[in-house]
């Protein structure tokens, strides 16, 4: 006899930790969350330049140039500044996505003052040195290349270029291209870091054993001479490409398995759907309980894992099913996908997989902030987006007020069957008739470059 699976208990309350927002006299944001508990504090930069500031034929810019900010500052050349990070006992990383850029940094609270010092000559003073833009310029190269033998990124590099548009920014890898990062130069790099590095486009986020008023003299001493203006508009990044399903096959011959992804262009992070996807999306593919999990994996057999996903960007970033199949159940595990999507779209969901969703997303979310870095790195969310306050707080009781009818809205609102397209990574001798015969869309066969084959 089969036990009943044991009912969720009541949520535990949670507070999000106390912070609070300030402005230094030149316009740079700083907010402060005080955590006590123990004598760590993380130091967190968020600049407004993020990879949809590059320029077309500068697609990688942006990732080039927050790597260069730890290459040498304030007079230090790169293992200079390595050397001084490391006497701080910490490691520092500066970064890139599609939205920010990032600097952060985790030391001792007693260290405070020549943590924010240091930071303060990365962001305001970095050296910029040609020789390392070459270098990181050979770095993403070489990682360009393992990328063509790597199924998993070549398939969603595939699936960026057929759901949007040629020309938006969206369509081409965060990271650029090898013609667009061969074309970098360190002109380029001291142009963007110009024109986007300011006081006015960036927001120092302190978390960790300090106390407000504390910080923010530290601040306005340390950060109080920095000047200038940001340059340059951003392009709409997520022009989606025309509707209708196509099917994109890169050929990898002799592949023993098939790299699936199955997406459209989703939505903006702020969204007001927001909350009924992300419930929607966990019940569809977003946990391991999910419809297009269970199909593939449990029903079936295809795989040992699907999932799928809202990639949430300023801008409307991509959705997308996932998984990896044997050759010979290609078509078969695509039809699977199509089915789950459909379906999710016909009818309410039962009481008992909402209650499962909202139960983990409301049960896992309070661990989620546990270290300082974690807790800055949702706070630089709540800039980067525009939420309001008390957002974190209420996160919990927004996933618990979704219904079955708003999921089946959301739903039928923001999965788009007839805008789906479908790629595959695998070998084409093998998957492409059986592809065809579905009579799903057009099929498209392509090498590793995304040049056509006949």
């Given at each position: 006899?089969?036990?009943?699976?044991?009912?969720?208990?009541?949520?535990?309350?949670?507070?999000?930790?106390?912070?609070?927002?300030?402005?230094?006299?030149?316009?740079?944001?700083?907010?402060?969350?005080?955590?006590?508990?123990?004598?760590?504090?993380?130091?967190?930069?968020?600049?407004?330049?993020?990879?949809?500031?590059?320029?077309?034929?500068?697609?990688?810019?942006?990732?080039?140039?927050?790597?260069?900010?730890?290459?040498?500052?304030?007079?230090?050349?790169?293992?200079?500044?390595?050397?001084?990070?490391?006497?701080?006992?910490?490691?520092?990383?500066?970064?890139?996505?599609?939205?920010?850029?990032?600097?952060?940094?985790?030391?001792?609270?007693?260290?405070?003052?020549?943590?924010?010092?240091?930071?303060?000559?990365?962001?305001?003073?970095?050296?910029?040195?040609?020789?390392?833009?070459?270098?990181?310029?050979?770095?993403?190269?070489?990682?360009?290349?393992?990328?063509?033998?790597?199924?998993?990124?070549?398939?969603?590099?595939?699936?960026?270029?057929?759901?949007?548009?040629?020309?938006?920014?969206?369509?081409?890898?965060?990271?650029?291209?090898?013609?667009?990062?061969?074309?970098?130069?360190?002109?380029?790099?001291?142009?963007?870091?110009?024109?986007?590095?300011?006081?006015?486009?960036?927001?120092?986020?302190?978390?960790?054993?300090?106390?407000?008023?504390?910080?923010?003299?530290?601040?306005?001493?340390?950060?109080?001479?920095?000047?200038?203006?940001?340059?340059?508009?951003?392009?709409?990044?997520?022009?989606?490409?025309?509707?209708?399903?196509?099917?994109?096959?890169?050929?990898?011959?002799?592949?023993?398995?098939?790299?699936?992804?199955?997406?459209?262009?989703?939505?903006?992070?702020?969204?007001?759907?927001?909350?009924?996807?992300?419930?929607?999306?966990?019940?569809?593919?977003?946990?391991?309980?999910?419809?297009?999990?269970?199909?593939?994996?449990?029903?079936?057999?295809?795989?040992?894992?699907?999932?799928?996903?809202?990639?949430?960007?300023?801008?409307?970033?991509?959705?997308?099913?996932?998984?990896?199949?044997?050759?010979?159940?290609?078509?078969?595990?695509?039809?699977?996908?199509?089915?789950?999507?459909?379906?999710?779209?016909?009818?309410?969901?039962?009481?008992?997989?909402?209650?499962?969703?909202?139960?983990?997303?409301?049960?896992?979310?309070?661990?989620?902030?546990?270290?300082?870095?974690?807790?800055?790195?949702?706070?630089?969310?709540l800039v980067l987006y525009g939420l309001p306050g008390d957002y974190y707080d209420s996160y919990r009781a927004n996933v618990r007020a979704v219904t079955a009818d708003r999921v089946l809205g959301a739903a039928r609102a923001h999965l788009h069957p007839d805008r789906l397209q479908l790629v595959v990574v695998g070998d084409a001798d093998r998957v492409r008739a059986p592809l065809e015969r579905m009579a799903i869309g057009p099929v498209t066969v392509a090498d590793d470059r995304g040049e056509p084959i006949a």
């Amino acid at each position: 006899m089969t036990a009943a699976r044991p009912l969720p208990g009541e949520s535990r309350p949670y507070a999000f930790p106390r912070f609070e927002r300030r402005t230094l006299s030149n316009g740079l944001g700083l907010v402060i969350a005080p955590l006590p508990k123990l004598p760590v504090v993380t130091l967190l930069a968020l600049a407004d330049a993020g990879a949809v500031t590059d320029r077309p034929g500068e697609e990688g810019l942006a990732v080039l140039t927050a790597r260069m900010l730890s290459e040498g500052a304030g007079g230090r050349d790169g293992t200079a500044l390595t050397e001084d990070v490391e006497r701080l006992g910490t490691a520092i990383d500066a970064s890139a996505d599609w939205d920010a850029a990032l600097v952060r940094l985790t030391v001792l609270s007693s260290r405070l003052p020549e943590a924010m010092a240091l930071l303060a000559d990365v962001l305001m003073a970095p050296a910029l040195p040609a020789r390392e833009v070459e270098r990181l310029k050979a770095e993403r190269l070489a990682e360009l290349l393992q990328l063509r033998a790597e199924p998993r990124g070549l398939a969603d590099e595939t699936l960026d270029r057929a759901v949007y548009a040629a020309g938006a920014r969206y369509a081409l890898p965060v990271g650029g291209t090898e013609h667009s990062v061969s074309s970098l130069t360190p002109e380029a790099v001291a142009g963007c870091y110009a024109a986007r590095y300011h006081p006015g486009a960036v927001t120092l986020v302190v978390a960790g054993d300090a106390e407000t008023a504390a910080v923010e003299r530290l601040a306005e001493t340390t950060f109080g001479t920095w000047r200038g203006v940001t340059r340059g508009e951003i392009a709409n990044p997520d022009r989606r490409t025309p509707d209708g399903r196509r099917v994109h096959v890169v050929t990898k011959p002799g592949a023993p398995q098939s790299e699936l992804r199955i997406g459209h262009v989703g939505i903006p992070r702020t969204h007001p759907d927001y909350f009924p996807v992300v419930v929607m999306n966990a019940i569809l593919g977003g946990v391991f309980s999910s419809r297009i999990n269970l199909n593939l994996r449990e029903v079936h057999g295809y795989t040992y894992g699907a999932h799928s996903g809202f990639d949430w960007r300023r801008w409307a970033g991509p959705f997308a099913a996932e998984t990896a199949v044997q050759q010979d159940v290609t078509a078969d595990a695509v039809r699977e996908v199509l089915f789950e999507i459909d379906r999710m779209r016909e009818t309410p969901v039962a009481p008992s997989e909402l209650s499962l969703a909202t139960s983990y997303l409301d049960g896992v979310f309070p661990i989620r902030f546990e270290t300082t870095d974690a807790v800055a790195t949702a706070l630089a969310n709540l800039v980067l987006y525009g939420l309001p306050g008390d957002y974190y707080d209420s996160y919990r009781a927004n996933v618990r007020a979704v219904t079955a009818d708003r999921v089946l809205g959301a739903a039928r609102a923001h999965l788009h069957p007839d805008r789906l397209q479908l790629v595959v990574v695998g070998d084409a001798d093998r998957v492409r008739a059986p592809l065809e015969r579905m009579a799903i869309g057009p099929v498209t066969v392509a090498d590793d470059r995304g040049e056509p084959i006949a």
